[in-house]
């Protein structure tokens, strides 16, 4: 099973050796953020201690540097992704950051009132509220795609949706509460069919499974830094040019301009354009120095190692007596999603936590799923590549002694 070496690759993330409680830390919360290499840390104090300095406008020799790296990181974002250009890689704060971006620019210059936008049953709260909050301002309208009780979207229903008024389709790549691995390229391709242009949520794919944007033909695709094993406050929206160059800009300040003037001011060129303010360039080389990372161990390899500690996981989760597990979709990540008899998610989680084991309770930002599923939340076990069957044996030793206290 083991396809890298797993001991070796966990003495790059310190904090996974240190304990909680007196007992050693199980990290399962992996959907939430992952922990960071060492490499990633080092890369970050190096940059603050060696090389800082704001990025693009200096002559003087360390703003330069900074601006070098800063570019560099762009380029290894591009080549992760296999976008065309670094044009099309836009630096943001996050998944979050670069949703709204593109529901408000997007919206603005794009859609009409009553217009509308395709999303899923299963988006994380990051890919419903900017939209409405879009419908609120212009008067446009949302469409949901349905799924089954196995969290399979439903695709024929899905194709019904559009009409002349569709105007852009906003689906996640993998779930973030049911693992479920939507079939975005096939879903793309339904809605190139019908001229529309699509937007994957790449949060909960980006960090295991290889990503090619051309091959996948999205049109944009957005993903968080500190879920790949970078740092907190960087993230990307990947958009193709011939789409970015239609959007205005986001924000206004200084980089995003071309030349100011109280009569008229003009806009950079991409990707300045929407990067308004100083950039966070220390976050663009963390998050560089993670791509490597975990290019280095091969994404490939990571995908195929997480799905083999997955299988195993649902298995042994299966032996539990009263397991309700919530996503049972023909492909799937390592995102499990579950609860036990009548005990409540949140007591589940507390005493996880006593045993050391972090695990996620609650909606996990899917209210408009958990009501699909007609349930509050759930517990939520989601894995990274440094995790081990060992740790998935003490969350189900964890689980039964709970089950057994209730
Ligand atoms: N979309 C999905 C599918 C997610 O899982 C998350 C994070 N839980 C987000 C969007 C939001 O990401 P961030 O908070 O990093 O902006």
Not at 68 to 82: G, K, M, Y
Not at 196 to 214: E, N
Not at 285 to 292: N, S, V
Not at 340 to 356: A, E, P, Q
């Amino acid at each position: 099973m083991i396809m890298y070496d797993i001991n070796q690759i966990r003495t790059d993330f310190p904090i996974l050796g240190r304990t909680v409680y007196g007992k050693p830390l199980v990290y399962l919360d992996n959907g939430a953020t992952t922990q960071k290499p060492r490499q990633v840390v080092e890369a970050i104090s190096n940059e603050y201690y060696n090389t800082n300095a704001n990025v693009h406008r200096g002559v003087h020799f360390l703003s330069q540097q900074a601006t070098e790296l800063h570019e560099a990181s762009r380029e290894t974002v591009r080549r992760f992704i296999n976008a065309r250009s670094t044009n099309e890689i836009v630096f943001t704060r996050g998944t979050t950051e670069s949703i709204n971006l593109l529901a408000a620019t997007f919206c603005q210059s794009q859609m009409q009132a009553g217009d509308e936008v395709i999303v899923s049953t299963m988006e994380h709260h990051s890919n419903i509220v900017p939209w409405q909050l879009q419908a609120m301002q212009r008067g446009i309208t949302l469409r949901v795609i349905p799924m089954d009780d196995e969290g399979n979207l439903l695709l024929e229903e899905y194709e019904q949706l559009f009409s002349p008024k569709t105007k852009l389709v906003s689906i996640a790549h993998v779930s973030n509460v049911l693992g479920t691995v939507n079939p975005v390229r096939e879903m793309i391709a339904t809605a190139h069919a019908h001229g529309v242009p699509v937007l994957v949520d790449g949060a909960q794919s980006i960090p295991h499974m290889p990503v090619d944007v051309q091959a996948l033909d999205t049109d944009f695709y957005v993903f968080s830094g500190h879920k790949v094993y970078g740092p907190t406050g960087v993230g990307v929206l990947y958009g193709k040019e011939k789409w970015l160059d239609k959007l205005p800009p986001y924000q206004g300040g200084g980089e995003m301009i071309q030349h100011v003037s109280f009569e008229k001011t003009t806009f950079n060129e991409l990707p300045f354009k929407f990067e308004a303010g100083t950039p966070d360039y220390i976050g663009t080389t963390g998050l560089a120095k993670a791509l490597d990372y975990v290019s280095a161990l091969g994404m490939e390899q990571i995908a195929a190692y997480e799905h083999e500690l997955t299988q195993y996981a649902l298995g042994r989760l299966m032996e539990i007596p009263d397991m309700r597990i919530f996503g049972q979709a023909k492909e799937r990540g390592g995102v499990i999603s579950f609860l036990v008899g009548h005990i409540h998610h949140f007591d589940m989680g507390t005493l996880l936590d006593r045993l050391g084991i972090a695990v996620r309770t609650g909606h996990h930002c899917a209210q408009p799923l958990m009501t699909r599923l007609g349930i509050e939340g759930t517990v939520r076990a989601s894995f990274g590549l440094y995790n081990t069957k060992e740790e998935v044996d003490a969350l189900v030793a964890g689980i039964d002694r709970v089950r057994k206290m209730f």
